[in-house]
């Protein structure tokens, strides 16, 4: 009764105009459900980004929550779920939180979710131990033709932005890979150090490091063109393989926030993704950017639900 006391006087009074601050039930934690592991995609996105979030919400205090269990299906159902009351809300990405409801029983869809504004987009790749033999995708695709269905390859799971790469290169290549879902990517990069796992697919920013200080080596990103942050890296286009995949990660909350609070959360990210402390960070973490207002991030998200939807209906990737 006493959270409900304060959030009801604070919406009555009109604190959540969204402005460049306003204030925030401070009563407990808002709790921010993250689809992956710590030191992942979307862990780095949350605890990153979040800091200049909060300090733009006076008194909000924001605690993740890692659940990447199921390909994060635990945290897109938590978030969906949740009482609309300001205290959770959630990262989420297309296309990985789009598929799950496609291909399984879930207990949300993601006209489920209040968008909040979107914050990267992540180029997908395929990548190797340094040591590998394969140095091009040219070289991944004749491994897969002498060994159809024995070159492993691993994902973040079945329906990721990483597995559709996967399935996308088969199906231009016209060959057949060993798929090894994983509970996001640190333990893919395990599987391709201790040589368990000839590729990793994976998002471009989570490898760059490694493939900096000479651990890993990608052989290709999938994005539109070369990221400026890894120029020396070809795209599949460039490659001959007419690919284009990514990960674009943003904020959610449950449905049916009041208007006031949806306003100030939204005002808040996109007075975030203008910060220049959170440019200079991103810049420095080598995370791309692709800051989207709240109403295109819901219109992305329903597009690439009708799109995957229609894909499913003609080839489901799980088959």
């Not at 088969?170 to 395990?190: K, S, Y």
């Not at 063109?225 to 599949?236: K, N, S, Y």
Request: proline share 9%; charged share 20%.
């Amino acid at each position: 009764m006493h959270r409900r006391h304060i959030l009801t006087t604070a919406l009555a009074a009109g604190l959540f105009p969204g402005a460049a601050r306003a204030d925030w039930p401070a009563d407990r934690p808002v709790q921010v459900f993250v689809p992956g592991p710590p030191g992942g995609g979307m862990d780095v996105l949350a605890r990153t980004f979040l800091p200049h979030v909060q300090k733009r919400l006076s008194g909000a205090v924001f605690v993740v929550q890692n659940r990447p269990a199921a390909a994060g299906q635990q945290a897109f159902e938590g978030i969906a779920l949740a009482p609309p009351d300001g205290f959770t809300i959630g990262a989420a990405q297309a296309p990985n939180s789009i598929t799950l409801p496609i291909e399984r029983e879930v207990r949300y869809r993601v006209q489920d979710f209040s968008f909040l504004g979107n914050v990267i987009d992540d180029p997908c790749g395929m990548w190797v131990h340094n040591d590998s033999p394969l140095r091009t995708l040219a070289d991944l695709v004749a491994a897969a033709k002498e060994r159809p269905g024995r070159v492993s390859i691993g994902s973040a799971g079945v329906g990721s932005d990483d597995h559709l790469l996967i399935l996308s290169l088969q199906d231009a290549a016209g060959v057949e890979f060993l798929h090894a879902p994983h509970n996001g990517t640190p333990p893919i990069v395990t599987g391709l150090l201790s040589r368990t796992l000839e590729v990793g697919s994976f998002n471009m920013s989570e490898g760059r490091a490694m493939m900096r200080d000479g651990t890993l080596r990608s052989l290709g990103q999938a994005g539109p063109e070369r990221w400026t942050a890894m120029a020396q890296v070809p795209t599949f286009r460039e490659q001959g393989f007419p690919i284009v995949a990514g990960s674009t990660r943003g904020l959610v909350a449950p449905a049916r926030l009041p208007a006031p609070m949806l306003g100030a959360l939204r005002a808040a990210v996109a007075a975030a993704n203008a910060d220049p402390e959170w440019i200079a960070d991103a810049e420095r973490l080598n995370l791309p950017r692709r800051p989207m207002a709240a109403e295109d991030q819901e219109k992305l998200f329903f597009s690439e639900d009708a799109r995957l939807r229609a894909l499913w209906a003609r080839k489901p990737w799980r088959d």
